[in-house]
């Protein structure tokens, strides 16, 4: 079973794997094609960072130290009484996470709580 754009006319958005017969539009495709990682390197543009990578092994007991330090990123929230927005009544529900990620990276980096809204950030 096909779904076709009503904004496009007929062009399919969702196909199933039986349909053969759809028209792919000129330079486009439908299957995925391996990246040349030389002209588009993965993970951006920026310099690969030299950090060591954690091994699984030590997994365990690094989480149980930041949940009895309470230095999660939620622990210092709660201890700022920085807490989820509310998205009732709102039509601008879609940008409370973002502006709660906002006041949580404010507050991380030692510049404060600072309640932030956003309807401010989402509305024209």
């Known amino acids: 079973m096909s779904y076709v754009s009503i904004l496009y006319d007929g062009e399919p958005i969702i196909k199933s794997a039986d349909e053969v017969n759809v028209q792919v539009p000129e330079n486009l495709s439908t299957g995925l094609k391996k990246r040349d990682t030389s002209k588009f390197p993965r993970y951006g543009f920026a310099k690969p960072v030299d950090m060591p990578i954690i091994p699984r092994s030590e997994w365990t007991e690094r989480i149980k130290e930041i949940e009895q330090s309470k230095s999660r990123l939620s622990d210092l ?48």
């Not at 509310?86 to 404060?112: D, P």
């Open 77 to 124: 929230s709660y201890s700022k009484g920085i807490l989820c927005k509310s998205q009732e009544k709102t039509n601008y529900c879609w940008a409370n996470s973002i502006v709660y990620c906002v006041e949580l990276v404010r507050m991380s980096m030692g510049l404060g709580v600072k309640y932030l809204s956003p309807a401010s950030v989402a509305a024209p």
